[in-house]
């Protein structure tokens, strides 16, 4: 009776990369003269890897160009652009590349196996993948979460040390497991961003305003982006009209306040 060995899943691949060979040869190349080998023809071996014959002859004219000998043979005539062989030299540098992509493999895997196992860098690598389209997306930490009778408020704190509060559902707070001590994202859209550069004697409904200095202002056609620094080292950007720039008189480096509603705020959760 034959034994199975049970091998280990491979990890998530946080880390990729493309192996190359004299920053030139790569897969794509390496794929070709595989099938340059097995086919015996440029023409067919092009269709095979989804080259033009002109793009895969281009391909190997500067491989051939860059190796001291040739890698491939060529006889003219012949069915399909004539009888076409690998070189010993060929054959010799496509071996290679097996081993080589099997290390690659190998090596990443290894990587990545490591990088699993480091909950904080593993923490930091998801956030750099994470996609949405909200231009405001700040990771904090939940510290409060207030539950009324149809929806919630939630308390996050930044890194910085600003506090959003956000009003969701409570069949969010349950679906997304949000408690206080939970590590949260929160996603602003900037349209949804109020600027105010004054606000002595007045007091607003909306329960988030970030008090910080203009870092960035720039001017499109119709609206502008203008970035409020926090403090603390995180921001705030919104997209406002050019003409309100003009009536506050905004510019980079005059204090402004970041007004938005806690219903503007959505939140998400690592899965």
Not at 195 to 200: A, G, I
Request: proline share 3%; net charge positive; charged share 20%.
């Amino acid at each position: 009776m034959r034994k199975h060995t049970k091998q280990s899943p491979s990890p998530v691949q946080l880390i990729d990369g493309e192996l190359r060979i004299g920053g030139y040869l790569n897969a794509r190349l390496f794929n070709l003269l595989e099938a340059v080998e097995r086919i015996g023809s440029i023409n067919r071996a092009a269709r095979e890897v989804g080259l033009s014959y002109k793009g895969a002859w281009e391909m190997i004219e500067r491989a051939n160009s860059l190796s001291p000998r040739l890698l491939i043979e060529t006889a003219t005539g012949g069915r399909d652009g004539g009888g076409t062989k690998l070189t010993e030299t060929g054959r010799k540098l496509l071996s290679l590349f097996s081993r080589l992509q099997e290390e690659h493999r190998l090596f990443l895997d290894d990587l990545n196996r490591n990088l699993a196992d480091d909950p904080e860098l593993l923490l930091w690598l998801r956030r750099l993948f994470m996609k949405a389209s909200a231009r405001n997306q700040w990771f904090g930490t939940v510290t409060k979460v207030d539950i009324g009778a149809v929806n919630a408020e939630v308390y996050v704190a930044l890194k910085g040390g600003a506090t959003l509060v956000a009003a969701v559902t409570k069949e969010s707070i349950t679906s997304l497991g949000i408690a206080q001590g939970k590590e949260v994202l929160a996603l602003v859209k900037a349209p949804l961003v109020m600027v105010v550069t004054d606000l002595e004697g007045y007091k607003l409904s909306a329960r988030n305003q970030l008090v910080g200095t203009i870092s960035h202002l720039q001017k499109g056609s119709v609206n502008a982006e203008v970035v409020i620094g926090l403090p603390g080292g995180d921001s705030v950007a919104a997209t406002i009209t050019n003409e309100s720039v003009d009536s506050l008189g905004l510019a980079v480096g005059i204090p402004a306040t970041a007004v938005f509603k806690a219903g503007a705020v959505i939140l998400g959760v690592s899965a």
